[in-house]
């Protein structure tokens, strides 16, 4: 028998990237595989929201240095975000997650005003929920939103999945071959070694909340492996 999952409640931050599988557009296959991931932890017990980018479509700050207005392109960046929560929830359901998606930005037809207490509601009758337009706010990012959702939603772990990355390392593995990653740091020692986790107003409400972060790579089974509390990636706490 699997062991029983270390979280109640945990919050899941997807970038677009994972999306796109490295391009524009959403990559079926790759959402269907990440769903199924999440089915799996949902099976066991645990209570998943989701949180999605949307840098697989676009990017405010990329829009507004070809010479568009930063809002506008920032609530663009928003929108691309739905897109990747309608292909969430549609290969969650087929893996049979009932799942809710709650949006920043109302728009009725496709999804739920985001309402913090109804989302709870939700994640205890066994629904998956997904949250789609960041906070509904140029210049905040979905990293940024994931903290927010994770404290106010009672999560107990945000978990930062990447593709291509396993963990926090003291330098960039990519281009230092003797990076070395860490399993476990201190919120403090990430901010003394100049360490990026999430970007710097994420990673200061996890701080100042004691909200527990792991950085891990989504690769098969991964996301299983880190609500049953194996010593995947890197634990980032007090
Ligand atoms: N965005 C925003 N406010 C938010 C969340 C997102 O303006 O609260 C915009 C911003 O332009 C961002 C884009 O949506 O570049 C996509 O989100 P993000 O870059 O966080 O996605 P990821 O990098 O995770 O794919």
């Known amino acids: ?44 017990g645990t209570q998943v929201a989701v949180v999605v980018g949307g840098g697989n479509f676009f990017r405010g700050e990329e829009l507004s240095q070809r010479g568009m207005d930063r809002d506008r392109a920032d609530y663009m960046g928003m929108l691309g975000t739905v897109m990747n929560c309608l292909a969430l929830q549609d290969f969650l359901e087929k893996a049979g997650v009932p799942t809710r998606v709650q949006t920043a930005i109302t728009m009725g037809q496709i999804a739920e005003p985001y309402i913090p207490r109804r989302a709870e509601r939700h994640l205890e009758k066994g629904r998956a929920v997904i949250f789609g337009a960041g906070a509904g706010l140029p210049y905040f990012s979905t990293d940024t939103t994931a903290a927010q959702r994770a404290l106010e939603i009672g999560c107990q772990v945000l978990l930062m999945g990447k593709s291509g990355v396993d963990g926090v390392y003291d330098s960039d593995p990519k281009f230092n071959p003797n990076a070395v990653k860490f399993d476990r740091i201190s919120y403090d020692d990430v901010l003394r070694r100049g360490l990026k986790v999430a970007d710097a107003t994420a990673f200061s409400l996890c701080r100042d909340n004691a909200m527990p972060i792991i950085v891990f790579d989504l690769a098969d089974g991964n996301i299983a492996r880190v609500v049953r509390g194996e010593k995947i990636g890197t634990v980032v706490s007090a």
Not at 13 to 41: C, H, M, N, T, Y
């Open 1 to 44: 028998r699997a062991a029983p999952p270390a979280y109640r409640r945990v919050l899941l931050k997807l970038s677009g990237e994972v999306f796109g599988g490295g391009r524009v557009g959403v990559d079926p296959e790759v959402v269907q595989s990440i769903a199924r991931q999440i089915a799996e932890v949902h099976r066991n």
